[in-house]
Nanobody
Framework: QVQLEESGGGLVQPGGSLRLSCAAS????????MGWYRQAPGPERELVAAITVGGTPMFGDPAKGRFTISLDAAKNTAYLQMDGLKAGDTAVYYC??????????????WGQGTVVTVSS
């Protein structure tokens, strides 16, 4: 099992920046990828960005052109740099880990969520 600890959420003005961090611990040898999803009231949870342990990033529509994701393998920590934030980015951001099970299936582990509020 992998445990995830998030940090970095908060209140920011439109156009501002935030960096989210997610540190993984536990059975990290089974870690395949890390990333963030977000959920605003009502809509379903949506992919923001993810990165494989090999360093390949992927981005959901909300992140394209504004957010970057990186992975510090030595610290087992993923970072989401969010620039040009808009009111529509307000949501709870959940760290996600894709973990390889003993049957080679990929399972999801989730952090507790961190709130990002973009408002003037």
């Amino acid at each position: 099992q992998v445990q995830l600890e998030e940090s970095g959420g908060g209140l920011v003005q439109p156009g501002g920046s935030l960096r989210l961090s997610c540190a993984a611990s536990g059975n990290i040898d089974s870690l395949a990828a890390m990333g963030w999803y977000r959920q605003a009231p009502g809509p379903e949870r949506e992919l923001v960005a993810a990165i494989t342990v090999g360093g390949t990033p992927m981005f959901g529509d909300p992140a394209k052109g504004r957010f970057t994701i990186s992975l510090d393998a030595a610290k087992n920590t993923a970072y989401l740099q969010m620039d040009g934030l808009k009111a529509g980015d307000t949501a709870v951001y959940y760290c996600n880990a894709k973990v390889l099970g003993p049957d080679q299936s990929l399972n999801d582990e989730w952090g507790q969520g961190t709130v990002v509020t973009v408002s003037s």
